[in-house]
């Protein structure tokens, strides 16, 4: 809302100095810091009436130490999370980017899954929330949505230079260029890192490039919303690790909207993507404020309102950026977390009609648990699953100069 008066103070009354205002870097801070200022200075308030309007936590007995303490914490603070995001990112952001568009509208459509599967559990008072087959269309609904728009909108575009990008004595070098409709994405780990849908698929037809590239695009939603919302069972574990990945899309999306900084790092240079830095600071501002009452001992749950939005949003990022292929790495976290819990369900399934009787990997699924059942206190397991996800942060972006 603020970016065309800021457009119109610089470029039409030429106010000496408001041209800063229009700096991604500005307005990439100020939504970090508006971000913050909702969390934290109002993240009380909006606790106390969640108690008041008795929205607490239903937990099932697991059998995990501490699991009784929280009985009643408040929940549903993805709401919190979901305004902390939105209301910078409306303040500060170009709205008439397709890519933002595109990121508010995923956030709400998310939101709005998880609030109905939390409203479910705790005014209707049904533990098992809203059926696992609505969530999945509600997803695959949301991956239709960025998977056409990714695919047919004209203003999705990568641009390709004819050379190099140089800058000698001072004076940078604009080499000639073209922007191109094209289904490219970074590969990580091999010399030349794009790869292109459309030579990969050519073979099936044309046709069938935007429906599987659409498919795509609703299983890497799905996978890693999914992911986080597993991850989000002990406090503090899905806020930071979420704050973790999205320091690191941060990054990417500055530099994949920066000409000079993407060809001097070989990264693909996607026009207006710089914009995306706005909301991703927004994004990481809502996730640190909400630690602020979410770390251990948790004041306030996010439920699935916010954990279902944070990996979805995690994933579309990804994919506005063209860096959904590095999502195993960056993501680990939401990958292992997952993976632990597929395994020790199809391994009990498997030992149950083979032997009679199930058996088990991991003492409790997902990976979290386990080691609560283990004896590790649950900040103990927070603090080294963080460190593990900025590890994997640091290598995807170790990545950038693998040519």
């Given at each position: 809302m603020l970016y065309p008066i800021f457009d119109y103070l610089d470029r039409v009354l030429d106010i000496p100095g408001t041209g800063v205002f229009r700096y991604i870097s500005f307005r990439a801070g100020m939504a970090a810091v508006f971000s913050l200022i909702i969390t934290i200075t109002f993240g009380e308030a909006i606790i106390n009436w969640i108690r008041r309007k008795q929205i607490g936590e239903t937990v099932r007995d697991l059998g995990?130490?501490?699991?009784?303490?929280?009985?009643?914490?408040?929940?549903?603070?993805?709401?919190?999370?979901?305004?902390?995001?939105?209301?910078?990112?409306?303040?500060?952001?170009?709205?008439n980017n397709v890519y933002i568009i595109l990121l508010?509208?995923?956030t709400v459509w998310l939101g709005l899954i998880g609030f109905l599967d939390d409203y479910i559990k705790v005014f209707r008072k049904n533990k098992e929330g809203l059926k696992g087959r609505f969530k999945i269309v509600g997803q695959i609904g949301i991956g239709i949505i960025v998977g056409a728009t990714l695919y047919y909108n004209d203003d999705v575009v990568i641009r390709e230079f004819s050379t190099p990008v140089s800058i000698e004595e001072g004076i940078v070098e604009t080499p000639s260029f073209q922007d191109v409709k094209a289904l490219k994405?970074?590969?990580?780990?091999?010399?030349?890192?794009?790869?292109?849908?459309?030579?990969?698929?050519?073979?099936?037809?044309?046709?069938?490039?935007?429906?599987?590239?659409?498919?795509?695009?609703?299983?890497i939603i799905t996978a890693v919303s999914n992911g986080a919302n597993i991850t989000?069972?002990?406090?503090?574990?899905?806020?930071?690790?979420?704050?973790i990945i999205g320091l690191a899309i941060a990054i990417f999306a500055y530099l994949s909207g920066n000409a000079i900084f993407s060809q001097y790092l070989n990264i693909m240079y996607i026009p207006n993507s710089g914009e995306l830095v706005i909301f991703a600071s927004a994004f990481i501002g809502a996730c640190i404020g909400f630690l602020w009452y979410n770390a251990?001992?948790?004041q306030v749950f996010m439920g699935d309102t916010g954990s279902l939005?944070?990996?979805?949003?995690?994933?579309?990022?990804?994919?506005?950026?063209?860096?959904?292929?590095?999502?195993?790495?960056?993501?680990?976290?939401?990958?292992?977390?997952?993976?632990?819990v597929m395994l020790q369900v199809g391994y009990f399934k498997y030992t149950r009609k083979k032997y009679g009787e199930g058996r088990r990997i991991f003492l409790m699924s997902p990976l979290h648990h386990h080691y609560q059942k283990k004896g590790i206190h649950e900040a103990k397991i927070v603090t080294r699953f963080w460190i593990v996800g900025i590890l994997l942060a640091v290598i995807t972006l170790a990545t950038l100069k693998l040519r």
């Amino acid at each position: 809302m603020l970016y065309p008066i800021f457009d119109y103070l610089d470029r039409v009354l030429d106010i000496p100095g408001t041209g800063v205002f229009r700096y991604i870097s500005f307005r990439a801070g100020m939504a970090a810091v508006f971000s913050l200022i909702i969390t934290i200075t109002f993240g009380e308030a909006i606790i106390n009436w969640i108690r008041r309007k008795q929205i607490g936590e239903t937990v099932r007995d697991l059998g995990l130490e501490g699991q009784a303490q929280k009985k009643g914490t408040p929940t549903m603070g993805g709401l919190m999370m979901i305004a902390a995001i939105l209301i910078p990112t409306l303040l500060f952001a170009n709205l008439n980017n397709v890519y933002i568009i595109l990121l508010l509208i995923s956030t709400v459509w998310l939101g709005l899954i998880g609030f109905l599967d939390d409203y479910i559990k705790v005014f209707r008072k049904n533990k098992e929330g809203l059926k696992g087959r609505f969530k999945i269309v509600g997803q695959i609904g949301i991956g239709i949505i960025v998977g056409a728009t990714l695919y047919y909108n004209d203003d999705v575009v990568i641009r390709e230079f004819s050379t190099p990008v140089s800058i000698e004595e001072g004076i940078v070098e604009t080499p000639s260029f073209q922007d191109v409709k094209a289904l490219k994405t970074t590969i990580p780990f091999v010399k030349n890192n794009e790869l292109d849908y459309e030579r990969m698929l050519g073979f099936l037809g044309e046709s069938m490039v935007p429906v599987l590239y659409i498919l795509v695009a609703i299983f890497i939603i799905t996978a890693v919303s999914n992911g986080a919302n597993i991850t989000d069972g002990i406090d503090g574990l899905a806020a930071g690790t979420s704050a973790i990945i999205g320091l690191a899309i941060a990054i990417f999306a500055y530099l994949s909207g920066n000409a000079i900084f993407s060809q001097y790092l070989n990264i693909m240079y996607i026009p207006n993507s710089g914009e995306l830095v706005i909301f991703a600071s927004a994004f990481i501002g809502a996730c640190i404020g909400f630690l602020w009452y979410n770390a251990y001992p948790a004041q306030v749950f996010m439920g699935d309102t916010g954990s279902l939005m944070l990996g979805g949003v995690i994933a579309v990022l990804a994919l506005t950026l063209r860096k959904e292929l590095l999502i195993p790495i960056l993501c680990g976290i939401f990958l292992v977390e997952n993976v632990s819990v597929m395994l020790q369900v199809g391994y009990f399934k498997y030992t149950r009609k083979k032997y009679g009787e199930g058996r088990r990997i991991f003492l409790m699924s997902p990976l979290h648990h386990h080691y609560q059942k283990k004896g590790i206190h649950e900040a103990k397991i927070v603090t080294r699953f963080w460190i593990v996800g900025i590890l994997l942060a640091v290598i995807t972006l170790a990545t950038l100069k693998l040519r």
